[in-house]
T-cell receptor, first 114, second 111 residues
Framework: AQSVTQPDIHITVSEGASLELRCNYS??????LFWYVQSPGQGLQLLLK??????LVQGIKGFEAEFKRSQSSFNLRKPSVHWSDAAEYFC????????????FGAGTRLFVKA | KAGVTQTPRYLIKTRGQQVTLSCSPI?????VSWYQQTPGQGLQFLFE???????NKGNFPGRFSGRQFSNSRSEMNVSTLELGDSALYLC??????????FGPGTRLTVL
């Protein structure tokens, strides 16, 4: 069965510091992988996605993620965090099982301190 | 292009009642998916509709149902509401596989 694990429930970083959010997935084939961000009171916004090709994916708002097949990981990174990045981040895997559905991780809440 | 819209944004119901939530996808999108988000369970997939047909379904009881109209608008219905149904219900539309655009959600509170 497909699954997504985000091991960190919450992370606190200082403004200007680098960020890495971890994501591990379980899926039999090459997955479609996504990172979404949800700000308080908002819906989900797609940050970036990986379908195939270059394993380092650039997204919006200065985020990037790297697909590592050997580690079944798709970690999200940002070199310098801004206070406005405080939000909840969801990693997701797209599974094509008789119809396409997206399975989400439990989310990681990011706190940014001044 | 207008984004995904969901109505109502907030809803309060009592146990045993039923509720209908509405989602209007981005113009041209034919796929609509529904998700339930709760603090305890996170984000869970409910179902997906494509061209008026349910294409995929998550592990929710039969009290949760949905439909899609010819204009791609979708409704989700929950009957015999339980306290545990209190959640944020998100709708997402897509034109191609995987790239989903989410609406702001409907916050349902069951008392």
């Amino acid at each position: 069965a497909q699954s997504v694990t985000q091991p960190d429930i919450h992370i606190t970083v200082s403004e200007g510091a680098s960020l890495e959010l971890r994501c591990n997935y379980s899926y039999g084939a090459t997955p479609y992988l996504f990172w979404y961000v949800q700000s308080p009171g908002q819906g989900l916004q797609l940050l970036l996605k990986y379908f195939s090709g270059d394993t380092l994916v650039q997204g919006i708002k200065g985020f990037e993620a790297e697909f590592k097949r050997s580690q079944s990981s798709f970690n999200l990174r940002k070199p310098s965090v801004h206070w406005s990045d405080a939000a909840e981040y969801f990693c997701a895997v797209g599974a094509n099982t008789g119809g396409f559905k997206t399975i989400f991780g439990a989310g990681t809440r990011l706190f940014v301190k001044a | 292009k207008a984004g995904v819209t969901q109505t109502p944004r907030y809803l309060i119901k009592t146990r045993g009642q039923q509720v209908t939530l509405s989602c209007s996808p981005i113009s041209g999108h034919r796929s609509v998916s529904w998700y339930q988000q709760t603090p305890g369970q996170g984000l869970q997939f409910l179902f997906e509709y494509f061209s008026e047909t349910q294409r995929n379904k998550g592990n929710f009881p039969g009290r949760f149902s949905g439909r899609q109209f010819s204009n791609s608008r979708s409704e989700m219905n929950v009957s015999t509401l339980e306290l545990g149904d209190s959640a944020l219900y998100l709708c997402a539309s897509s034109s191609d596989r995987g790239r989903r655009f989410f609406g702001p959600g409907t916050r349902l509170t069951v008392l």
